[in-house]
């Protein structure tokens, strides 16, 4: 009964867009919150194509960071994709037209951002897989300029930001951002380059476009388990990423004023607090539902999930179950709903 809001909503969207889908493409920008596959054939330890991941996923494990689907999955069905978006790694022309998931676990706004951990596509350089893209789009739709305007229809999902504290700023032992910049300075400092990386995708034909905000990273179980002085999450954490949010807040106004007929907006949906899903089931907040790798805070190797994953918050000590993801996804897509127009 608990589950029953999450559901009554998904299916008044189900009904919602099967009449007419609103847009004709749809493309995914980011890190492991979203990845579906991109880092499998990278020498990183950030990468999961092994069990337990995937363990209600369709195809098993994909590389997909959780236990099913990611948001982007759940966002693909509800805005009437009969597939998935296939990951960069693995397109092919025949399904291209569809859109592209170019999302890396361990990438960041910044280039550095996940090195410690091996490769990782960083934003730059999915930005430049894109260009690759609009090139073969040129070619499937005859020229630039038509490949362009059927671009413009597309959806844009940016999910990103998260490794630039997890795997950078909080990772003083590998990076030096911590030491120059005030959480503020950063904040700033990562709004200033995610603008000019946005600005670069509306020079590519983007015109709809998704900001996520940051979910609260000071609550993962990883943070949590190094002590939290009595309060369930690090709060200095989610008050540092709080700073992002609100920076993003103020960008996409002002990118969407700036820029010509584009429609900047930002996904609240990802902020939630652990405690706010309590009344949708959720109930193992902290801790996660496998057993986790001492260094990557990932899912040892063909290790047994917890037997209810649909009330734990947590996969493994920083990715969200498929649960929390398809809540996630179904509050975007009230906030993606004003994109249509
Ligand atoms: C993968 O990365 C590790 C650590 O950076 C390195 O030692 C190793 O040589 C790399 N392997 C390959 C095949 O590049
Ligand atoms: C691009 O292709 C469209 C449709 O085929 C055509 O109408 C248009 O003139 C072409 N534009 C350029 C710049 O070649």
């Given at each position: 009964m608990a589950f029953a809001p999450v559901f009554l909503v998904s299916f008044f969207l189900t009904k919602l867009v099967v009449s007419a889908q609103p847009f004709p493409c749809f493309f995914i920008f980011g890190d492991s919150l979203v990845d579906s596959g991109n880092n499998n054939d990278l020498n990183t330890s950030a990468k999961v194509d092994y069990p337990p991941y995937g363990v209600d996923f369709p195809y098993g494990a994909t590389g997909r960071f959780t236990n099913g689907l990611t948001s982007a999955d759940f966002l693909a069905q509800m805005l009437g994709f009969n597939d998935f978006i296939p990951p960069f790694a693995e397109v092919q022309d025949a399904v291209l037209s569809n859109g592209v998931n170019y999302a890396s676990g361990?990438?960041?706004?910044?280039?550095?951002?996940?090195?410690h951990l091996g490769s990782r596509i960083s934003l730059d350089q999915q930005l430049r897989n894109h260009e690759i893209v609009l090139s073969r789009f040129a070619a499937l739709y005859g020229n630039v300029s038509s490949a362009k305007q059927r671009l413009n229809k597309c959806f844009y999902y940016m999910v990103v930001g998260s490794n630039d504290y997890i795997n950078n700023y909080y990772k003083s032992k590998y990076y030096t951002t911590r030491r120059l910049y005030t959480p503020q300075q950063y904040a700033t400092f990562l709004a200033n380059k995610f603008s000019r990386q946005l600005k670069q995708l509306y020079n590519l034909g983007a015109r709809k476009i998704g900001v996520a905000g940051l979910g609260?990273?000071?609550?993962t179980p990883a943070m949590v388990s190094k002590g939290t002085n009595g309060s369930p999450c690090v709060d200095s954490i989610n008050d540092a990423v709080g700073l992002l949010n609100t920076e993003l807040g103020v960008l996409v106004k002002q990118l969407s004023h700036d820029l010509p007929n584009s429609n900047f907006i930002y996904i609240s949906?990802?902020?939630?607090?652990?405690?706010?899903?309590f009344g949708h089931g959720?109930?193992?907040?902290?801790?996660?539902?496998c057993r986790v790798e001492?260094?990557?805070g990932l899912c040892v190797r063909g290790g047994t999930p917890c037997?209810?994953?649909?009330?734990?918050?947590?996969?493994?000590?920083f990715h969200p179950t498929e649960m929390v993801n398809k809540v996630i996804a179904t509050a975007s897509y009230l906030d993606i709903l004003k994109l249509m127009t």
């Open positions: 361990g990438a960041g706004i910044l280039s550095e951002t996940g090195e609260p990273l000071g609550c949906a990802m902020d939630l607090r652990p405690t706010e899903l959720i109930r193992l907040l902290n801790e996660a539902c001492r260094n990557t037997a209810i994953r649909d009330i734990s918050f947590f996969y493994d000590n």
